[in-house]
């Protein structure tokens, strides 16, 4: 019984810490990959990004690659501003801070439109609690479209929650 416990215990572990430091991992173009002739603004636009978030890279190794740039580097495909190379075929890049990242690829496909500026934004101040006085169905509604995207939280507190009750009763009647 011991034994098992520790087992279970240690999964348990294993489990919250997995879903706690669940960063999103954002993959450049979807389904699509990193690839020429897509739009990556469009990609762009339709993710929230949040410190400590990745960015990954999917494309044919050997046949493209990617590099950070800064703005100027972005608007002319060139290397200006280069802080950094991938070339790995499957890249993982965090983003480490609250700025606007820009990544191109090289060998003259940047023009083709591999280029992809990502804005990263502070993480939302930990449960924002709701406004007291003021509310009103209208300007509360407002408030909570204007808030950033929720984190995943309330549903991976959800989901440990029911983990932990689970492995409760099965501890429990397990002592039975
Ligand atoms: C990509 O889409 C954005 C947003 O619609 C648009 O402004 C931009 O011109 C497009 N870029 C290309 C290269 O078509
Ligand atoms: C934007 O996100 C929605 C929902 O995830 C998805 O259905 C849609 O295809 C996305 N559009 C683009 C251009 O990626
Ligand atoms: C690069 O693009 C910027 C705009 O972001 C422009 O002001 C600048 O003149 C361009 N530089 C070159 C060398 O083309
Ligand atoms: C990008 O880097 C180049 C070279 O270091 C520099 O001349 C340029 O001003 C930078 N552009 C921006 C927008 O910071
Ligand atoms: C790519 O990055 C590595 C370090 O990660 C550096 O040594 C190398 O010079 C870079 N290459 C280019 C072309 O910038
Ligand atoms: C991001 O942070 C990690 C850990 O602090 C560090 O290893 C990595 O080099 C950083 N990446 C960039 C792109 O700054
Ligand atoms: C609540 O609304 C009143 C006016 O209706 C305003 O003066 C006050 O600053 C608001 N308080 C908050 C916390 O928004």
Redesign the pocket.
Known sequence: MASGELIRLRFLLLLSTAIVAGATDHIVGGHLGWNPNINYTLWSNNQTFYVHDLISFRYQKNMYNVFEVNKTGYDNCTMDGLA?NWSSGKDF??L?QSKTYYFICGNGLCFSGMKVAVRVLRLPASAAPPTASNSSSKSSSRAASASPAPRPWPAALVALAAVFAVAWIGIGSAGI
């Open positions: 950094g890049i965090p480490n």
